[in-house]
């Protein structure tokens, strides 16, 4: 019975270990959007925004409604599902 309760804990606490890994193309976005608040950067800071209103400025600079220097080009390299995995990664990313 402690196997299986052990088990069971296990599966329920590996979503949430999942949840920390980056999707792919964060990690280019966090050379200019730090994930650590000890960074200082003049690039907003993404961690802790919601993730809804994260993708919804990654699809505006992608299709220029939104100004930019960098990002309407960095965004157009996005498909709209990888842009949603990378802002509800640092939607759910501790600040």
Avoid at 14 to 25: D, F, I, R, V
Avoid at 37 to 55: F, N, Q, Y
Wanted: include cysteine; charge should be neutral; charged fraction near 15%.
């Amino acid at each position: 019975m402690k196997l299986i309760a052990a088990t069971f804990a296990i599966l329920l606490a590996a979503p949430a270990a999942w949840a920390l890994e980056a999707p792919p193309g964060a990690m280019a976005c966090s050379g200019c959007h730090a994930t650590s608040a000890s960074v200082d950067t003049p690039a907003p800071r993404l961690v802790g925004m919601k993730a809804d209103d994260i993708l919804a400025a990654m699809l505006a600079f992608r299709a220029g409604a939104r100004p930019a220097t960098v990002m309407d080009r960095i965004a157009k390299g996005f498909t709209e599902s990888e842009a949603a995995a990378i802002a509800q990664w640092y939607a759910t990313q501790p600040n």
